[in-house]
């Protein structure tokens, strides 16, 4: 037993459950943790003096982090009988509490089947602190909520507001659930079990009264239009997925029955669903890359952070600069950010300045809140005033020469020992400690080498969740758990890399986009490598990719990359015709496709009726300069997404054999939180696992005589591809 229960009986006759589940920072729902309720239960009703029991939380900042996922992952190699069992046994639980006068109080996070035991309960209380979030996320997992939750959500806030919540996974601060109606009040932190209390001897909550439009809006929804929603829903689901994530689907249908009248009809289909779709290889897959999640947050083995970050100075107050100073104000942190020209300056303080507008839009700052947080950035021209920085992001210039010079003024302008971290995206972050002299100009090595460190951001840095964190041939562990520290601080997902041309992010994708440029050179259609693409489940296409990212820095990056790699990242011949035409991507209007003045893609309505579709338009001008090369060259789209994926494997083994990162499932993970890799499949390595190691060999082979020999497999490719042995455990 974990002895995580305990039971009190208050002077009112009110029982208090708390949960606090001993050597773990987070409740987690476990087997042994379910028995021990059970029990608590069997106890609640054995003694008839108890009026009403409280749930409660012994944590700190959480009410519950859901079920324990090592126990549903050792499940999921079990048959779906097995699991289907495991199930009822939770469900069966939570229906015998849903028999009390009971109530959940709750502060800090709720997430899965931590929310499925609050809404078994009569009640439900939560504190407007804003770590109080509300959720089911195992729509993330693979899966739905299976212990009565995809059932007693829409029962309790209507189809309309409960299937949002339940496919997409998204959490809830306490006030607006309170308004869906998922929790009845919210009260202040030294409130909560005081008011408990009393709304269970009462049996009076202030609920929120919806307006007539929003009962209406149920009350047709949940009746006569449920059919309508889910058509509707079905649609959205399939554009979001593409059939891809079977698990929204079959909540749906859950979800629907839910309202539909026969309640325990739906709990049943609740539990066979859940039992279907944790033993899909969709689901293994997404529990593996939430087991890698948690890994990367693990912090170098005995390293403590260099020095402790107040201060962060930003060098370029560019589109990256802003936005890592950005990132780093809304978190709490004092900012200097330097630039040594005024109207840039300006320019990205005005940028900083419409991030937060936009937040305050959304209402996730208050108007008061984000000007405070917009306060202390400090802007500047002068490196002197970055002398109390502890931690300097630099992001300036792609040119080793321009980043060595920023790092030798910082050493002079900052007397005590800082962590300097580069933004590059494909420079070495060893050659940065360095010194330089051509004779023009000279640069000494850095004072403390052992203090530099890469810490990639992407862009949009506000939006991107991965950062890669750079172990630079100088780096110490101390300087590398100061940078991994720091990106946690501002709630991105870290992979460490070794210091390496394209790090894994950008040297893997860069021949997804080179050989996307080659087939459009080849005279396959660009739309249907876009569609190609999009069908096998990446979020963007390798042209809106491009065009994302900015031609000129992808430019740029794929010309390190030769330098550094040779041949098989060499430019097409195309990109010279599309040089001349000075394509920059969305940021400039133009690029592989056209754009509005306020960034969205141009597209045009093609079809009839109700069939009509949005198409976006491509640049007449890269369609004529292609057409001028070559003819049209019709492919299948499964030899399109063979030439644009298999390019992927090819590289990401040699990042392997070559120990660029040490863990294939982080460097899956960097590809899925950093380039939007579908995350069905598992990342680019666990893609090639389930393909098989010796097929995709045989592919590559294949290919490399046909489409050029940077599909030839690297050696370690080949010998596991010999006994087809997986990369991914």
């Known amino acids: 037993m974990s002895n995580a229960i305990t039971l009190k009986k208050l002077d009112s006759g009110i029982m208090l459950v708390t949960i606090d589940l001993p050597g773990s920072k987070m409740n987690l729902l476990s087997e042994s943790v379910l028995i021990e309720l059970n029990d608590a239960i069997d106890q609640i009703e054995s003694d008839t003096s108890v009026r009403g029991v409280i749930i409660a939380s012994g944590k700190e900042d959480n009410f519950g982090a859901g079920a324990n996922v090592e126990e549903i992952q050792a499940l999921q190699s079990q048959p779906a009988e097995r699991i289907y069992e495991a199930v009822k046994k939770g469900r069966a639980i939570f229906a015998r509490l849903e028999k009390l006068n009971s109530i959940a109080a709750v502060h800090g996070i709720s997430l899965g089947g931590f929310t499925e035991l609050g809404l078994a309960c009569k009640y439900r209380v939560a504190t407007s602190d804003d770590k109080t979030q509300i959720g089911v996320p195992e729509i993330m997992l693979g899966f739905i909520p299976g212990w009565g939750g995809t059932v007693r959500l829409p029962r309790l806030i209507g189809l309309a507001n409960a299937f949002p919540l339940i496919s997409t996974g998204k959490q809830v601060p306490a006030k607006k659930a309170w308004k869906l109606g998922m929790v009845d009040e919210v009260v202040d932190r030294e409130k909560l079990l005081s008011r408990a209390e009393e709304i269970l001897l009462s049996g009076s909550p202030r609920r929120y009264k919806p307006s007539m439009k929003e009962a209406a809006t149920r009350s047709f929804f949940d009746g006569v239009g449920k059919g309508l929603f889910a058509s509707l829903a079905a649609k959205q689901v399939y554009a979001a997925t593409r059939g891809k994530m079977p698990a929204p689907m079959e909540a749906l249908k859950v979800c629907v029955k839910a309202v539909s009248g026969d309640r325990e009809a739906a709990f049943e289909a609740e539990s066979q669903a859940f039992a279907r779709l944790a033993t899909t290889q969709v689901s293994r897959n997404l529990v593996a890359i939430f087991f890698a999640q948690t ?27 802003a936005g890592i100073a950005q990132s780093a104000a809304y978190k709490g942190f004092k900012v200097i950010l330097k630039d040594i020209n005024q109207e840039a300056l300006d320019k ?13 839009e959304r209402k996730k700052l208050s108007r008061s809140d984000a000007d405070g947080m917009l306060a202390n950035i400090t802007p500047t021209l002068h490196y002197e005033e970055m002398a109390d920085c502890d931690l300097v992001i630099e992001a300036v210039a792609e040119v080793m020469k321009v980043k060595k010079i920023v790092r030798g003024e910082l ?5 005590k020992p800082y962590v300097f971290a580069t933004n590059t995206s494909s420079l070495s972050v060893g050659e940065m400690a360095e010194g330089h002299d051509d004779g023009k100009v000279k640069v000494d090595p850095a004072r403390h080498p052992e203090l530099v460190v890469g810490i990639h951001f992407f862009n949009p840095v506000h939006k991107m969740p991965l950062v890669e964190i750079v172990r630079g041939s100088t780096t110490s562990a101390e300087a590398l758990a100061c940078a991994k520290a720091f990106a946690l601080k501002l709630g991105k997902t870290t992979v460490t890399t070794n210091d390496a041309p394209g790090f894994v992010v950008n040297r893997i994708l860069a021949p997804y986009m080179l050989e996307a440029i080659r087939m459009a050179q080849e005279g396959v259609p660009m739309a249907d490598i876009e569609k190609a693409a999009k069908n096998f489940g990446i979020k963007m296409g390798p042209f809106n990719l491009l065009d994302e990212v900015g031609l000129d820095i992808a430019g740029h990056v794929i010309d390190t990359l030769y330098g550094a790699l040779g041949e098989r990242m060499a430019r097409p011949a195309i ?7 000075k394509l920059l991507g969305r940021k400039g209007g133009r690029g592989f496709f056209l754009y509005k003045p306020d960034g969205s893609r141009v597209s045009v309505m093609e079809g009839k009726a109700f069939r009509k579709k949005k198409v976006y338009v491509f640049n007449p001008d890269v369609l004529s300069a292609i057409a001028k090369r070559t003819g049209v060259n019709k492919k299948t789209e499964g030899e399109i997404q063979d030439r644009l994926f298999l390019a992927m494997v090819a590289e990401a083994a ?15 993970l960097a590809m899925i939180f950093g380039t939007g890799f579908p995350p069905h499949v598992g990342g680019v390595l666990k893609w090639a696992d389930s393909t098989g190691t010796k097929l995709v060999c045989q592919k590559l082979d294949w290919l490399s005589k046909v489409a050029g020999a940077n599909y030839a497999p690297c050696e370690l490719l080949r010998d596991k591809a010999s006994t087809n042995e997986p990369f991914v455990g």
């Open 348 to 360: 990205g303080m005005a940028a900083i300045g419409k991030l937060f507008d936009e937040l305050v």
């Open 411 to 415: 050493d002079k302008a900052i007397k």
């Open 295 to 321: 890994e990367s947050k693990k912090m170098p083995e005995g390293a403590k952070p260099a020095v402790k970050v107040q201060t962060v100075g930003v060098l370029g107050a560019g589109v990256m600069g």
């Open 575 to 581: 990109l010279e015709d599309l040089d001349a035409l």
């Open 654 to 668: 040699r990042c392997m054999e070559e120990n660029v990162i040490d863990d294939p499932a982080q460097l899956d």
